[in-house]
């Protein structure tokens, strides 16, 4: 048995990654603010097994807990795939640009996506080092934003993505010598809520408004980054670590 625990996931791109996960025929734990929400994720997935808990990525000590609970009732994480993220203000439809961010802003933002992943790798890590698994694999969840600076997505979450690039590579060649990899998925816009969030439009193709700097001339699907985590993730993937995936139609080209 094989377990993955992924955070976010109870909609966007952690419940496809949830989905996808299980199909590959992980046994998943979702994680997510809302305890329910996530154990009615999990019911849905395709098998059996899978549970849905509650956590606050930016809590240490929910943190610590979450992972001896599952690790204590059904067994050691293999996959960490860590997809829980927030926008905050600024970006396209707030007209919030850096001279109008607050520190409010910026530290819940960053208490979330960065401070969140740092603590949920960590916790990943020090597990691993005391209870090796095979085919160890975290998978964080970058942006494209945080490669290029802004886009539609604002200050703090630009910056709080580059952050995650940083530690997940710092995070590969620590916890290479144990043979666990650590990579990160960078979307570009993908349909989701948080998509539309940062227009102030519809999350579609054709509403979102900087389509014509993607080559492929659509937004993407979530189920293309599970797609990307389930590789990652996957024995073949053995030799992949310290590095970006980037999914971003040709958004950003380097």
């Given at each position: 048995?094989?377990?993955?625990?992924?955070?976010?996931?109870?909609?966007?791109?952690?419940?496809?990654?949830?989905?996808?996960?299980?199909?590959?025929?992980?046994?998943?734990?979702?994680?997510?603010?809302?305890?329910?929400?996530?154990?009615?994720?999990?019911a849905?997935?395709?098998?059996?097994?899978?549970?849905?808990?509650?956590?606050?990525?930016?809590?240490?000590?929910?943190?610590?807990?979450?992972?001896?609970?599952?690790?204590?009732?059904?067994?050691?994480?293999?996959?960490?795939?860590?997809?829980?993220?927030?926008?905050?203000?600024?970006?396209?439809?707030?007209?919030?640009?850096?001279?109008?961010?607050t520190?409010?802003?910026?530290?819940?933002?960053?208490?979330?996506?960065?401070?969140?992943?740092?603590?949920?790798?960590?916790?990943?890590?020090?597990?691993?080092?005391?209870?090796?698994?095979?085919?160890?694999?975290?998978?964080?969840?970058?942006?494209?934003?945080?490669?290029?600076?802004?886009?539609?997505?604002?200050?703090?979450?630009?910056?709080?993505?580059?952050?995650?690039?940083?530690?997940?590579?710092?995070?590969?060649?620590?916890?290479?010598?144990?043979?666990?990899?650590?990579?990160?998925?960078?979307?570009?816009p993908?349909?989701?809520?948080?998509?539309?969030?940062?227009?102030?439009?519809?999350?579609?193709?054709?509403?979102?408004?900087?389509?014509?700097?993607?080559?492929?001339?659509?937004?993407?699907?979530?189920?293309e980054?599970?797609?990307?985590?389930?590789?990652l993730?996957?024995?073949?993937?053995?030799?992949?670590?310290?590095?970006?995936?980037?999914?971003n139609?040709?958004?950003?080209?380097?």
């Open positions: 048995m094989r377990i993955a625990l992924v955070t976010g996931g109870t909609g966007g791109l952690g419940l496809a990654t949830a989905k996808k996960f299980a199909e590959d025929g992980m046994t998943v734990i979702v994680a997510d603010l809302d305890g329910e929400a996530s154990r009615k994720a999990a849905a997935l395709p098998g059996s097994g899978h549970i849905g808990i509650a956590l606050d990525v930016s809590d240490e000590q929910a943190v610590i807990a979450a992972f001896e609970k599952v690790e204590a009732e059904i067994g050691p994480v293999a996959v960490l795939a860590h997809l829980a993220g927030v926008l905050g203000a600024g970006g396209t439809a707030t007209g919030i640009g850096l001279a109008e961010s520190v409010d802003d910026w530290d819940r933002v960053n208490r979330i996506n960065a401070r969140g992943t740092f603590l949920c790798v960590r916790e990943m890590a020090r597990r691993r080092r005391d209870r090796p698994v095979e085919h160890g694999r975290i998978i964080t969840v970058s942006s494209a934003a945080g490669q290029m600076g802004g886009l539609q997505s604002g200050i703090a979450y630009s910056a709080s993505k580059a952050a995650v690039l940083g530690l997940t590579r710092a995070a590969a060649r620590d916890l290479g010598p144990i043979g666990i990899t650590v990579n990160a998925i960078a979307p570009g993908i349909e989701s809520p948080m998509l539309a969030q940062a227009t102030g439009k519809a999350a579609d193709g054709q509403k979102y408004t900087k389509l014509d700097a993607l080559p492929l001339g659509r937004i993407g699907l979530p189920e980054i599970a797609a990307a985590a389930s590789y993730a996957s024995a073949g993937a053995a030799f992949v670590t310290g590095t970006t995936i980037d999914v139609g040709g958004l950003h080209m380097h």
